[in-house]
T-cell receptor
Framework: AQSVAQPEDQVNVAEGNPLTVKCTYSVSGNPYLFWYVQYPNRGLQFLLKYITGDNLVKGSYGFEAEFNKSQTSFHLKKPSALVSDSALYFCAVRFLYNFNKFYFGSGTKLNVKP | EAGVVQSPRYKIIEKKQPVAFWCNPISGHNTLYWYLQNLGQGPELLIRYENEEAVDDSQLPKDRFSAERLKGVDSTLKIQPAELGDSAVYLC??????????????FGPGTRLTVL
């Protein structure tokens, strides 16, 4: 089955420290990977995506993600966390061979403490 | 540029009542999606439109849910009758819809439905 997993329901990090939000996927074929952020009572906002090319993708608000094909992972990272980064983060996988469908992970709540 | 617009933002109804949600996608976006998001979970696709055609409605509970996108622009999602378990956030998203590409979906703020 094609799916995406976010193994951590919650990640806690102190302001100024690096953060990582994990995402793994299972797929037959080439995946296209996305990260979205959701603030309370708001829709999902696009952060970044990996299509092809350089495994390290840079996105909005200083976030980046590294595609690792051997580990089927696409972890979201930021070198220095801000309190304002506290939100819900969703990884999504898109498979062009399945009607352009997006599959979303269950989400990871990021808490950045001052 | 205006983003995806949804209304209403919040809706509270009694069970067995009908309810409708409206979405206006980003101008020029051919593909429109309706998602259901339960608390603490990721969005789940209900239906996807390419212009006015529903190309994937396999997850839409057709006994009570219906959707339309008559002119290939804005869309309406309806529930009739609503059940307690329908309480959730209903998200609309749109994308350019370029065939064979990896265009990005952009989401509206959602409609939070509470069924009492």
């Amino acid at each position: 089955a094609q799916s995406v997993a976010q193994p951590e329901d919650q990640v806690n990090v102190a302001e100024g420290n690096p953060l990582t939000v994990k995402c793994t996927y299972s797929v037959s074929g080439n995946p296209y990977l996305f990260w979205y952020v959701q603030y309370p009572n708001r829709g999902l906002q696009f952060l970044l995506k990996y299509i092809t090319g350089d495994n390290l993708v840079k996105g909005s608000y200083g976030f980046e993600a590294e595609f690792n094909k051997s580990q089927t992972s696409f972890h979201l990272k930021k070198p220095s966390a801000l309190v304002s980064d506290s939100a819900l983060y969703f990884c999504a996988v898109r498979f062009l061979y399945n009607f352009n469908k997006f599959y979303f992970g269950s989400g990871t709540k990021l808490n950045v403490k001052p | 540029e205006a983003g995806v617009v949804q209304s209403p933002r919040y809706k509270i109804i009694e069970k067995k009542q009908p309810v409708a949600f409206w979405c206006n996608p980003i101008s020029g976006h051919n593909t429109l999606y309706w998602y259901l998001q339960n608390l603490g979970q990721g969005p789940e696709l209900l239906i996807r439109y390419e212009n006015e055609e529903a190309v994937d409605d396999s997850q839409l509970p057709k006994d009570r849910f219906s959707a339309e996108r008559l002119k290939g622009v804005d869309s309406t999602l309806k529930i009739q009758p609503a059940e307690l378990g329908d309480s959730a956030v209903y998200l609309c998203a749109s994308s350019l819809g370029l065939a064979g590409t990896t265009d990005t979906q952009y989401f509206g703020p959602g409609t939070r439905l509470t069924v009492l």
